[in-house]
């Protein structure tokens, strides 16, 4: 061979040498061959046994598959305590007050199990409260409100809406207050006194024009300004998707309510069953995607926290992180959304007392 040659092809051969040395040996060999290396391996040291390769079952997080090995658990555990939490544990942080399960990975069913026992350990009395409202719903609020939409001009139905958003305001101005806003309150009061003048108690909405933005606070939001960020959900008669803060709440904003202060119970039931109508309007449009969904208690719980949490984290950070990162149908300001949660008044209760 040329001399030149060899020299150039000697680290080649080295290298794959080397390659196949490292390479795992096959699970069997020739006749002449398996005998010696047997009897070496005898003569050292018996033969251990290889350690399982793990299954797709542990792969996907099956419960009944064996756990990895010790070490490879140790060495996760040290990663996930010595490193910073991510954007997806974050987000579930946000939204459920805490990290899911140790060891619960993504798409982990067990994992999100023990997710959920954190907000809705109530869930089986939860489910039947739910089907209640829904038997109450599509028997009665939902045929009245598609009526109330069909017969209703949309002008009239939004100085309905403007009307009953006026009368919030005296219940956000003090729950802004509350909560170390008195910028946002003072704007509240000025946009309450120019609806109530130059709207005409409130049917229309000049201050929007005057570009004083709408805000809807309750004292559910000023519990989660002062520290009360997470909470179980709970779903009460009538009253739908709640936490128990949100219940909590109730108890703040009924003294506050403007139609609680109307002695004549005509006046006030009539009021009263205009609001729900007018709370229920807004909500048409999600009901094909309750009526589609695979489990409808399951997507309104979640979808109802999601947007309860942006509401109380958008105040703890700051009108302008709400603007920046809530989604549009989200946003709370837009001039066609409101609060989907049914008021504290609107429920026809008789007045309190020295009301």
């Known amino acids: 061979m040329n001399p030149l040659v060899r020299h150039l092809l000697a680290p080649i051969l080295v290298l794959a040498l080397g390659a196949c040395a490292s390479a795992p040996r096959p699970a069997a060999a020739p006749p002449h061959e398996a005998a010696p290396v047997a009897t070496q391996?005898?003569?050292?040291?018996?033969?251990?046994?290889?350690?399982?390769?793990?299954?797709?079952?542990?792969?996907?997080?099956?419960?009944?598959?064996?756990?990895?090995?010790p070490n490879?658990?140790?060495?996760?555990?040290?990663?996930?305590?010595?490193?910073?939490?991510?954007?997806?544990?974050?987000d579930y942080a946000a939204l459920y007050g805490e990290a899911p399960a140790p060891g619960a990975a993504a798409g982990d069913d067990a994992g999100i199990a023990?997710?959920?026992?954190?907000?809705?350990?109530?869930e089986p009395l939860n489910?039947?409260?739910?089907?209640?409202?829904?038997?109450?719903?599509?028997?009665?609020?939902?045929?009245?409100?598609?009526?109330?939409?069909?017969?209703?001009?949309?002008?009239?139905?939004l100085g309905v809406t403007?009307?009953?958003?006026?009368?919030?305001s005296p219940l956000t101005f003090v729950n802004q207050l509350l909560q170390g806003r008195p910028r946002d309150a003072v704007q509240t009061l000025g946009r309450f006194a120019v609806n109530s003048t130059l709207g005409i108690g409130g049917i229309f909405d000049p201050a929007s024009d005057l570009k004083m933005k709408r805000r809807s606070e309750d004292f559910g939001q000023t519990l989660g300004m002062w520290g009360w960020r997470s909470s179980l959900y709970v779903e009460l008669p009538f009253f739908g998707p709640r936490t128990l803060r949100d219940v909590v709440g109730l108890a703040g904003d009924a003294p506050l309510s403007v139609l609680q202060q109307v002695d004549e119970d005509k006046?006030?039931?009539?009021?009263?069953?205009?609001?729900?109508?007018?709370?229920r309007s807004h909500l048409l449009s999600l009901d094909v995607l309750r009526d589609d969904a695979p489990d409808e208690y399951a997507m309104v719980r979640d979808a109802w926290l999601k947007r309860r949490t942006f509401?109380?984290?958008?105040?703890?950070?700051?009108?302008a992180a709400q603007d920046a990162g809530l989604p549009d149908y989200l946003d709370e300001e837009e001039e066609e959304e409101r609060n989907p949660m049914v008021p504290a008044d609107a429920m026809p209760l008789p007045p309190l007392p020295g009301g």
Request: charged share 20%; net charge negative; proline share 10%.
């Open 41 to 69: 391996a005898a003569d050292v040291a018996p033969a251990a046994t290889p350690e399982p390769m793990p299954s797709a079952a542990v792969a996907l997080g099956d419960a009944g598959a064996p756990p990895a090995p």
């Open 72 to 90: 490879a658990a140790a060495t996760a555990t040290t990663a996930v305590d010595g490193a910073d939490p991510t954007a997806a544990e974050d």
């Open 114 to 122: 023990a997710g959920r026992v954190s907000y809705d350990p109530w």
């Open 127 to 157: 489910r039947r409260i739910h089907a209640f409202n829904n038997v109450v719903d599509r028997a009665v609020a939902r045929p009245v409100a598609r009526a109330y939409v069909a017969v209703v001009p949309q002008p009239v139905r």
């Open 162 to 168: 403007n009307f009953f958003d006026n009368l919030s």
């Open 267 to 279: 006046i006030r039931l009539t009021l009263q069953g205009l609001q729900l109508v007018d709370t």
């Open 311 to 319: 509401q109380i984290e958008s105040d703890r950070r700051g009108r």
